[in-house]
T-cell receptor, first 116, second 112 residues
């Protein structure tokens, strides 16, 4: 079956540093990927849509200069949290849609970010 | 703007009981609806996916129904087990779009 991976699975960093999270579709190509954020005991909120070959589309209230998204290839999207602060600590999950007749979303395992 | 609501927010039942989790959405123009399971600190596990043209889907002890016109879905869990303890999330995909809108989740605890 389709698999989406994320790296790293967990990261701890100091305030002010930048952190890059990778999302890969392992056995299918994805021109679009999605990045979600989940605060503790809260639901997932869509942050942005990553588009291969063009700029990402950000949801209202999400700072595009804070959360840089690059869709480098048809199997890789990266989310960079720039100048991270403790309030950026969260669980970040990506998804990639696969079309085989119908569209099915496949989710990565998530990345837990802790900013000290 | 699509909004998804799940009731109850938390549920605790003894092992062996049958239970129902509820999900409602405000815009009935959806592409599909999914139920996910999330264990603490973990990612999402897709349980059931119902296309907009379908009324229900079954997998083992799980049955999900969809009433698109009323904007409701239910997840029925039969003969609950302690291993079913997790947070259950409902999410809808809008027509023409691929991004999901999630409910807040129901935190389920099955007591041995």
């Amino acid at each position: 079956g389709a698999v989406v991976s994320q790296h790293p699975s967990r990261v701890i960093c100091k305030s002010g540093t930048s952190v890059k999270i990778e999302c890969r579709s392992l056995d299918f190509q994805a021109t679009t990927m999605f990045w979600y954020r989940q605060f503790p005991k809260k639901s997932l909120m869509l942050m942005a849509t990553s588009n291969e070959g063009s700029k990402a589309t950000y949801e209202q209230g999400v700072e595009k200069d804070k959360f840089l998204i690059n869709h480098a290839s048809l199997t890789l999207s990266t989310l960079t949290v720039t100048s991270a602060h403790p309030e950026d600590s969260s669980f970040y999950i990506c998804s990639a849609p696969r079309t085989s007749g119908r569209v099915t979303q496949y989710f990565g395992p998530g990345t837990r970010l802790l900013v000290l | 703007k699509q909004e998804v609501t799940q009731i109850p927010a938390a549920l605790s039942v003894p092992e062996g009981e049958n239970l129902v989790l509820n999900c409602s959405f405000t815009d009935s123009a959806i592409y599909n609806l999914q139920w996910f399971r999330q264990d603490p600190g973990k990612g999402l596990t897709s349980l059931l996916l119902i296309q907009s043209s379908q009324r229900e889907q079954t997998s083992g002890r799980l049955n999900a129904s969809l009433d698109k016109s009323s904007g409701r879905s239910t997840l029925y869990i039969a003969a609950s087990q302690p291993g079913d303890s997790a947070t259950y999330l409902c999410a809808v995909t809008g027509q023409g779009a691929q991004k999901l809108v999630f409910g807040q989740g129901t935190r389920l605890t099955i007591n041995p």
